[in-house]
Nanobody, 118 residues
């Protein structure tokens, strides 16, 4: 059974930084893509970043490119999301997710709250 457990959320002032962690367990994740999404109140879930486990190739939408960095630690089965220069509009619940390469996202964590004050 795949489990994704996020941590690292919290309250930070605008311009500050946070690092989210996602510990993945239940299988080997080679050939998987690990991602981060977020959802603010009243809004749809939004793609934030993803990384291919094997190659380390990462992708970001324009809204976070240059501010957020996704990475993974193979030995710890952990994916990170380093968030810098945070803005109030980054406030949301952040979810870790995983999919087999070429498939839809299937596994989701419980989410961690990030709140950025102005």
């Amino acid at each position: 059974q795949v489990q994704l457990v996020e941590s690292g959320g919290g309250l930070v002032q605008a311009g500050g930084s946070l690092r989210l962690s996602c510990v993945a367990s239940g299988r080997t994740f080679s050939n998987y893509v690990m991602g981060w999404f977020r959802q603010a109140p009243g809004k749809e879930r939004e793609f934030v970043a993803d990384i291919t486990w094997n190659s380390g190739d990462a992708y970001y939408p324009h809204s976070v490119k240059g501010r957020f960095t996704i990475s993974r630690d193979n030995a710890k089965n952990t994916v990170y999301l380093q968030m810098n220069s945070l803005k109030p509009e980054d406030t949301a619940v952040y979810y870790c997710t995983a999919r087999y390469s070429g498939s839809d996202y299937r596994y989701w964590g419980q989410g961690t709250q990030v709140t950025v004050s102005s």
